[in-house]
Antibody, heavy 122, light 108 residues
Framework: DVQLMESGGGLVQPGGSLRLSCAAS????????MSWARQAAGKGLEWVSA????????YYADSLKGRFTISRDNSKSTLYLQMDSLRAEDTAIYYC???????????????WGQGTLVTVSS | EIVLTQSPGTLSLSPGERATLSCRAS???????LAWYQQKPGQAPRLLIY???SRATGIPDRFSGSGSGTDFTLTISRLEPEDFAIYYC?????????FGQGTKVEIK
């Protein structure tokens, strides 16, 4: 079975940093692009970032303005999201998502983790 | 950036009734890259439909998708108690991969 397990969420002060991890199992990790999506409390879904199966291509939501960095370690079947200069509006549940493609450009989201909560507050 | 607008915001129906959810794109999109997701309270979203009309693995055939151009529809032929949830459409080609704001299907 495909499993995606996020970790690394928590409480951080505005301007701080946090690194999320997503441990994947049950499939050939390097064959799939991966994304992060987020959802603020009571709000809709927002795509954050994607990376190709090799990690060589990355894509970001314009609203992040270079504050977040997605990466992956295929030897560990793990996806990461480095979040810097965090703001209150970044408070959300962050989901690790498997895409159906390998390139990262055109796959839908066929498996989702349960999410990890990031709270940005002083 | 493509904007997806879902309507109605909330749909109040009874079990057994038919649900029709709309997703309108701000410009013409390829039907290859339109998906629908279901989200229940406290759970992660689940893929229902991809490529406008293809059901994901394990999705019952009471769920169907249609549309082209800028107008897309998710239909639930006969609502079961477990279908009351929030539904999101998504355009997943390119960047950003945008979601609609969601339609809540609630029990009348």
């Amino acid at each position: 079975d495909v499993q995606l397990m996020e970790s690394g969420g928590g409480l951080v002060q505005p301007g701080g940093s946090l690194r999320l991890s997503c441990a994947a199992s049950g499939f050939t990790f390097s064959s799939h692009a991966m994304s992060w999506a987020r959802q603020a409390a009571g709000k809709g879904l927002e795509w954050v970032s994607a990376t190709s199966g090799s990690g060589g291509r990355t894509y970001y939501a314009d609203s992040l303005k270079g504050r977040f960095t997605i990466s992956r370690d295929n030897s560990k079947s793990t996806l990461y999201l480095q979040m810097d200069s965090l703001r209150a509006e970044d408070t959300a549940i962050y989901y690790c998502v498997r895409q159906t493609d390998s390139g990262g450009y055109s796959g839908c989201f066929d498996y989702w983790g349960q999410g990890t909560l990031v709270t940005v507050s002083s | 950036e493509i904007v997806l607008t879902q309507s109605p915001g909330t749909l109040s129906l009874s079990p057994g009734e038919r649900a029709t959810l709309s997703c309108r794109a701000s410009q013409t999109i390829s039907s290859t890259y339109l998906a629908w997701y279901q989200q229940k309270p406290g759970q992660a979203p689940r893929l229902l439909i991809y490529g406008t009309s293809s059901r994901a693995t394990g999705i019952p055939d009471r769920f169907s998708g249609s549309g082209s151009g800028t107008d897309f529809t998710l239909t639930i032929s006969r609502l079961e108690p477990e279908d009351f949830a929030i539904y999101y459409c998504q355009h997943y080609s390119g960047s950003p991969k945008t979601f609609g704001q969601g339609t809540k299907v609630e029990i009348k």
